[in-house]
Structures are given as C-alpha cells and as structure tokens.
C-alpha cells in the first residue's frame, strides 16, 4: 500500500521559511516523479514544484520560482519543499504526490498516482 506522508506545515510570519518532508513508503521511489501541489480555501489545487527520479531535472510554478526549492533523497524515499520568503498568498495546504513517470511529464493533479493527506502552512502578515 502506497503512502505519502507530509510533515513540516506550521504557522510562519512573512519573510520566513520552512521546510516540507514527504516521506513515501510502499513504492519504488526512485521510478516516480514528485511533486509539491497547495489548495487555499475556495481555489484549484494547483502545482507547485515537481522533480523528476533522479533530482536532475525540476519544475517550478512561477509563482514560486526563487523562493521554493524542490530536492529528493532516493535512499531515504523523501522529497522535499525548501520554502523562503514566504507570503500571505503562500497560505494553503501542501500536498505531495507521485507520478509513475521518470520525466516530469504532468503538471497537473489529474497526472498524478498518489497522494498524501497534506500539511497546514499559514503566512501571517
């Protein structure tokens, strides 16, 4: 049984930083892309970074790109979302998910395979 576990969400004032773990168990990891999604009250669940089996290629919405950095370590099964400078608008849950796929290949929730039940990250102002 696939699980993705997510850990690192809290409460943070702007300009701060945290860091997102996502440690996967029940699938070979290193035959999945992975990837960062957030959902914020009443928006889409949209994409926030993605890396693909070996750490050599990422993808990151532009939203985020400068401030977000995505990594993996293989011989652990973890992926990971580096957060700096963080914004109010960065206020969400974060998922972390898997695609059976080495290439990034979808940038989307549908293309994804697996996911976790998510972390809180709330950005006070």
Known sequence: QVQLVESGGGLVQA????RLVCAAT???FRDYTMAWFRQAPGNYREMV???NWNGGDTFYARFVKGRFTISRDNAKNTVYLQMNSLKPDDTA???CAADLARAIVAV?????DY??????VTVSS
Not at 15 to 18: E, P, V
Not at 108 to 112: S, V
Not at 115 to 120: A, C, E, N
């Open 15 to 18: 300009g701060g930083s945290l």
């Open 26 to 28: 029940g699938l070979t």
């Open 49 to 51: 970074a993605a890396i």
């Open 93 to 95: 849950v974060y998922y």
């Open 108 to 112: 989307h929730d549908a293309g994804y």
């Open 115 to 120: 996911w976790g039940k998510g972390t809180q």
